[in-house]
């Protein structure tokens, strides 16, 4: 998988996005600041090409990532 690397932190992100909470659900239930959820979907968007972030749930390489393939 030509991917880089994501972080524990990136990978809860991805993992609520993928489920489909949006950005704010995602900062507070993991109690960490919007902002940084923010840029962070932002970074994955761009890592998975993708437009929105409603994508991410249904990208293959990202259910890969999810499932620890």
């Known amino acids: ?3 880089p ?3 524990p932190e990136e990978v ?3 993992r609520l996005l993928a489920q ?3 950005t704010s659900e ?3 239930h993991l109690s960490l600041p919007f902002q940084k959820v923010a840029d962070t979907a932002r970074r994955l968007k761009t890592a ?3 437009d929105e972030v409603a994508e991410l ?3 293959q390489k ?3 990532i999810l499932e620890g393939k």
Do not use: D, P
């Open 1 to 3: 998988m030509n991917l």
């Open 5 to 7: 690397n994501f972080s």
């Open 12 to 14: 809860q992100i991805l």
């Open 20 to 22: 489909g909470y949006r």
């Open 26 to 28: 995602t900062a507070k």
């Open 48 to 50: 998975f090409g993708v």
């Open 57 to 59: 749930g249904g990208h």
């Open 62 to 64: 990202v259910r890969a």
